[in-house]
T-cell receptor, first 117, second 114 residues
Framework: GAVVSQHPSRVICKSGTSVKIECRSL??????MFWYRQFPKQSLMLMAT?????????EQGVEKDKFLINHASLTLSTLTVTSAHPEDSSFYIC?????????????FGNGTRLTVT | AQKITQTQPGMFVQEKEAVTLDCTYD???????LFWYKQPSSGEMIFLIY??????QNATEGRYSLNFQKARKSANLVISASQLGDSAMYFC???????????FGKGTTLSVSS
């Protein structure tokens, strides 16, 4: 089945530093990938839609200069949290649907738990 | 605008019993897909079952079935013969346009006891 790999699974960083999270589709091509954020015991909130070869589309209220998304290839999207602060501590999870299979379920990475100290 | 509502923050069930997790949705689009995901405490999102708005029959996948009532705009998940490993958070989600992101409900935490 379709596999999405997300790395790292956990990261602790100091306030003011930047953190990069990678999301790879291992056995399929993904024109579009999605980044979600989840606070403890809450729902997944869509942050942005990552489009291969073009700029990401951010949801209202998500700072595009803080959460930099790059989708350089059909199998890789990265989310960089710039100048991280403790309030950015959260669970970040990426997802993708195989190219051409728009009605199929989203396949999710295992998520990245970010802690900013 | 599309919306998913899950009104049960927590549900408790004993092993081997069946449990129904409620989900209602709101959309004016006639074409949509409904999904259920399971999220254990480890965080990964596990796809369980899918129902398309034009599907005539309710979806089933092993112990999971989806009670789709289109007129009521509900898509309840039924888990038969609960197991301890079913303890997790369950999310109902919807997609209106193919290839777009899923919109999630707030989730229901299911606890299965022996």
């Amino acid at each position: 089945g379709a596999v999405v790999s997300q790395h790292p699974s956990r990261v602790i960083c100091k306030s003011g530093t930047s953190v990069k999270i990678e999301c790879r589709s291992l056995d399929f091509q993904a024109t579009t990938m999605f980044w979600y954020r989840q606070f403890p015991k809450q729902s997944l909130m869509l942050m942005a839609t990552s489009n291969e070869g073009s700029k990401a589309t951010y949801e209202q209220g998500v700072e595009k200069d803080k959460f930099l998304i790059n989708h350089a290839s059909l199998t890789l999207s990265t989310l960089t949290v710039t100048s991280a602060h403790p309030e950015d501590s959260s669970f970040y999870i990426c997802s993708a649907t195989p190219k051409g299979l728009g009605n199929s379920p989203l396949h999710f990475g295992n998520g990245t738990r970010l802690t900013v100290t | 605008a599309q919306k998913i509502t899950q009104t049960q923050p927590g549900m408790f069930v004993q092993e081997k019993e069946a449990v129904t997790l409620d989900c209602t949705y709101d959309t004016s689009d006639p074409s949509y897909g409904l999904f259920w995901y399971k999220q254990p405490s480890s965080g990964e999102m596990i796809f369980l079952i899918y129902q398309g708005s034009y599907d005539q029959q309710n979806a089933t996948e092993g112990r999971y079935s989806l009670n789709f009532q289109k007129a009521r705009k509900s898509a309840n998940l039924v888990i038969s013969a609960s197991q301890l490993g079913d303890s997790a958070m369950y999310f109902c989600a919807m997609r209106v346009v193919a290839g777009t992101a899923l919109i999630f409900g707030k989730g229901t935490t299911l606890s299965v006891s022996s």
